[in-house]
């Protein structure tokens, strides 16, 4: 219970996400997806949770203009997300000599069991363990993939008609690209299975450059598995669920669903309602690629499919960003990486119980 009975006017408002005091006070939860939703009421003052993620501007343009006439306060408290408009308020905040303003921040392990830590080093890569527990403002420029290297990430791997195949779809024309991903068992240093552990292998793509479509990345799928024996499950891009007037024989997930018929009953879909922010997908491939402890967790055999070891070594993030892929150097890249992350990130996403944090208090 956030707040006792004993000070509340009434019961709260569900519909509203209202909290009524007797002292005529009100306590609002309000979603920031939408900053003007904070507009035409004047506030005491406010928390922005998560403010690394909301809009640029929402703080100038939308929050502070609602505190001014009542010379509100205001709390902004998050996980760190690269150098974008957070980073800056913080070192605003950090150079202000007014007493108005002032930044704090702390790490993960001055609050959670050591083992917790100890556990988060071995899923995560360098940089998402200092951004997500130790409230690092990393610098998220160069390669998409840093850790991924052909020496260690490349291998042939046999494919097994019995285990289950994952095609990983991101829609695309020019190129047209599917990859095709199957765990393997992980075995340790002394050659002993590892119980619960797996990695996860690339064993082939569909990778068609020009005048592609759907339906043909589909048929070169069913061309290449036709005979398989085990259940298939299908991950990628949520944004194709939408039908339009470009679309007229429906979404790209319907005529997947079509042409994927010929597997029976063994085609499972898993696809989010709305796709994951880009840095979120980049850190699970980037976790998996190869975790602080030196785990590897991600192989991709070269031979089968040469454009996904292309993709992992020439996507570029934006100068300057946020961790956004870069998608203008280079356009024919970053849809197969695209495609096996919303794979990564739906089934070995970067959560638990993330205590870094950056807090930043101001007017």
């Keep these: 219970m956030l707040t006792s009975p004993r000070v509340m006017a009434k019961s709260p408002s569900e519909n509203d996400l209202t909290i009524y005091y007797t002292s005529g006070a009100q306590l609002i939860v309000v979603g920031m997806d939408k900053p003007e939703r904070i507009e035409g009421v004047p506030w005491d003052g406010g928390v922005l949770d998560e403010f690394g993620n909301m809009k640029k501007k ?23 997300e690269g150098r974008n408009h957070y980073y800056d308020l913080d070192k605003q905040a950090k150079a202000d000599d007014t007493g108005e303003w002032d930044s704090f921040h702390w790490v993960s392990a001055d609050i959670l069991p050591r083992e917790e830590i100890e556990a988060a080093k071995r899923d995560l890569d360098e940089l998402t363990f200092q951004q997500e527990f130790e409230a690092s403002f990393v610098s998220f420029e160069g390669r998409a993939y840093y850790p991924f290297d052909e020496r260690i990430h490349t291998a042939r791997i046999r494919y097994n008609p019995k285990q289950p195949l994952v095609f990983c779809f991101d829609f695309n024309v020019a190129p047209g690209v599917a990859a095709v991903i ?53 991950y990628g891009d949520a944004t194709g669920g ?28 898993r696809v989010k309602r709305s796709n994951p ?17 030196g785990t590897v967790r991600l192989l991709v055999d070269p031979g089968k499919a040469p454009h996904v070891v ?28 695209d495609a096996i992350g919303y794979y990564i990130e739906y089934e070995f996403p970067v959560t638990g119980e993330r205590a870094g944090m950056v807090g930043v208090k101001g007017l």
Excluded at 58 to 80: H, K, S, T, Y
Excluded at 243 to 267: N, Q, T, Y
Excluded at 320 to 334: N, T
Aim: net charge neutral; aromatic share 8%.
């Design 58 to 80: 929402a703080w100038q343009e939308n929050v502070r203009p609602a505190l001014a006439d009542r010379r509100g306060w205001c709390w902004f408290i998050g996980v760190p």
């Design 182 to 234: 199957q765990e393997k068992t992980r075995f340790d240093n002394q050659g002993l299975a590892v119980i619960g552990d797996t990695i996860s292998c690339c064993i082939s793509e569909v990778y068609v450059p020009r005048s592609s479509n759907t339906p043909v990345v589909c048929k070169k799928l069913i061309q290449d598995y036709k005979d398989h024996e085990g259940l298939v499950y299908c």
């Design 242 to 269: 939408a039908s339009g007037s470009a679309k007229v024989a429906g979404s790209d997930w319907d005529l997947i669903k079509e042409h994927l018929k010929v597997f029976g009953d063994r085609v499972n879909y």
């Design 277 to 293: 922010s880009e840095r979120a997908r980049v850190n699970a491939v980037n976790s998996r690629l190869r975790s602080m402890d």
């Design 310 to 337: 292309t993709d992992f070594e020439g996507t570029q993030l934006i100068k300057g960003g946020s961790g956004e892929i870069d998608k203008k150097v280079a356009p024919e890249l970053s849809h197969l990486t």
